[in-house]
């Protein structure tokens, strides 16, 4: 397989905008496995809203069923993705979330401008998202929206609460934190992938087009970070997020705070 690690010149476009497209594409067979596998956890979580399927890597979880939360973690635990968080994050890695981001043709409702670290309770704040394109993503269909660069302050900005059934989040930045000026769409093809920063602002429009945008986000943060469980923030309102109760996982590396009882997946020696 290629090697998937990041070029300096891709590291430079992390470090200053908050977000890379890497070259690294999954293969179409593998886009193909991953839309079957999409179609399997749709087809068993009639109850869950496709914009709601959070960590369907965990078998329970938006009651996604064991077999299905198995192929989801292989997927999440492959080794090109921990080669490319490693190099952003450090050598010491765990898998701490995963969400299906899929929005219907038509009716896929819209995530309102904020920053992931608002909500996580990741102690320092830590983690990279890596956000691959299950569908082609275009403006038209709700492409991510974020504000380049804005990361770099390494602050929170003042969250207001909302409570509108047409967002998925139930907190959103406040208007004067926005610099629309900055803003850039996240358009992939299928089996694209973009890394993100936790400090990164961004959002994303309903989808009012005749096709579906799915993909699949996985949240990866350094070992040296607590994942503070007596930390958490009731964060969305179409979600279950279960940010307190949910498994971790030691992927590389070693367990530096020992305070979170992580599952230790790294291969055998």
């Not at 430079?12 to 890497?22: A, C, F, K, M, S």
């Not at 403006?139 to 990361?151: E, K, W």
């Not at 302050?153 to 409570?163: C, F, I, K, N, V």
């Not at 994942?227 to 940010?243: C, E, F, I, K, M």
Request: aromatic residues 6%; hydrophobic residues 40%; negative net charge.
């Amino acid at each position: 397989m290629p090697d998937w690690r990041l070029s300096e010149a891709e590291l430079h476009t992390y470090r200053q905008h908050g977000l890379v497209r890497p070259a690294a594409r999954f293969a179409p067979d593998e886009v193909a496995a991953m839309r079957t596998l999409l179609e399997d956890t749709l087809a068993t979580t009639p109850g869950t809203r496709p914009e709601s399927l959070v960590c369907p890597h965990i078998a329970g979880m938006s009651g996604v069923q064991a077999d299905i939360a198995a192929r989801w973690l292989e997927v999440a635990t492959g080794k090109r993705l921990i080669d490319l968080a490693e190099q952003v994050i450090g050598p010491d890695i765990v898998l701490w979330g995963s969400q299906v981001f899929c929005k219907p043709a038509r009716t896929g409702i819209a995530v309102p401008w904020h920053q992931d670290g608002h909500f996580w309770p990741i102690r320092p704040l830590a983690t990279v998202s890596i956000w691959i394109a299950i569908d082609d993503v275009t403006v038209d269909n709700g492409a991510m929206r974020f504000i380049s660069g804005s990361q770099r302050t390494r602050e929170l900005l003042p969250h207001a609460d909302t409570s509108d059934e047409d967002k998925a989040l139930n907190a959103e930045l406040l208007p004067e934190h926005i610099d629309l000026a900055k803003a850039e769409y996240d358009t992939l093809p299928a089996g694209g992938m973009s890394l993100h920063d936790v400090f990164l602002v961004h959002g994303s429009d309903p989808n009012h087009s005749a096709h579906r945008r799915a993909a699949f986000a996985i949240r990866y943060m350094p070992a040296t970070s607590h994942y503070d469980r007596g930390h958490v923030r009731p964060g969305t309102q179409h979600l279950n997020t279960q940010l307190a109760a949910r498994p971790i996982f030691l992927l590389r590396g070693h367990d530096w705070t020992g305070k979170t009882g992580m599952i230790d997946l790294r291969p055998a020696a």
